[in-house]
Antibody
Framework: EVQLVETGGGWIQPGGSLRLSCAAS????????MTWVRQAPGKGLEWVSV???????YYADSVKGRFTVSRHTSQNMLYVQMNSLSAEDTAVYYC?????????????WGKGTTVTVSS | EIVMTQSPATLSVSPGERATLSCRAS??????LAWYQQKPGQAPRLLIY???TRARDIPARISGSGSGTEFTLTITSLQSEDFAVYYC??????????FGQGTKVEIK
């Protein structure tokens, strides 16, 4: 079964750092484009970052310079390192797979992990 | 950035009736549009891609149409499991993906 499971969320003070993880099963992360998408409380979906199969990464302007996406190929894990966190980063963070044909839609989503940034 | 605008924000529909949701792109995106369903406390679920292609296991009562800048998601004969929030997403201009703000389909 194709599945994504995010972990690592929690409460963090403004200015702090947190690393989220996403464990994949049923497919190989390194063969796919993998994204992080977040959803602030009561709000819509916001794309955060992507890592291509060749390792190229892109970020939304709102997180550029603060977030870093990476992966561990042998463990089939995706990560996002989040630094200099602010209240505006409070959200549920989802990892999602871009479709295998790389057309661009997201066909598999994890259940998400919640990040709360507050003093 | 391509801005996606959904309407209405909330749609009140009786079970068994038809729901029509709209999504407009700020510039032409061809057919590079997906629809997702999200229920409370759950992750988004892919319903439609390429504007009109149903994803795996999506029932035929859910359909998508449109191209360019105007898109529609139609759900005929609404079932209890269809009451949720629906998001459109463009993938014409990635790696900058953008979503609409969502349409909540609620029970009338």
């Amino acid at each position: 079964e194709v599945q994504l499971v995010e972990t690592g969320g929690g409460w963090i003070q403004p200015g702090g750092s947190l690393r989220l993880s996403c464990a994949a099963s049923g497919f190989t992360i390194s063969s796919n484009y993998m994204t992080w998408v977040r959803q602030a409380p009561g709000k819509g979906l916001e794309w955060v970052s992507v890592i291509y199969s060749d390792g190229t990464t892109y970020y939304a302007d709102s997180v550029k310079g603060r977030f870093t996406v990476s992966r561990h190929t042998s463990q089939n894990m995706l990560y996002v390192q989040m630094n200099s966190l602010s209240a505006e980063d409070t959200a549920v963070y989802y990892c999602a797979r871009v479709d295998s044909g790389n057309e661009g839609y997201m066909d598999v989503w994890g259940k998400g992990t919640t990040v709360t940034v507050s003093s | 950035e391509i801005v996606m605008t959904q309407s209405p924000a909330t749609l009140s529909v009786s079970p068994g009736e038809r729901a029509t949701l709209s999504c407009r792109a700020s510039q032409s995106i061809g057919s590079d549009l997906a629809w997702y369903q999200q229920k409370p406390g759950q992750a988004p679920r892919l319903l439609i891609y390429a504007a009109s292609t149903r994803a795996r296991d999506i029932p035929a009562r859910i359909s998508g149409s449109g191209s360019g800048t105007e898109f529609t998601l139609t759900i005929t004969s609404l079932q209890s499991e269809d009451f949720a929030v629906y998001y459109c997403q463009q993938y014409n201009n990635w790696p900058t993906w953008t979503f609409g703000q969502g349409t909540k389909v609620e029970i009338k």
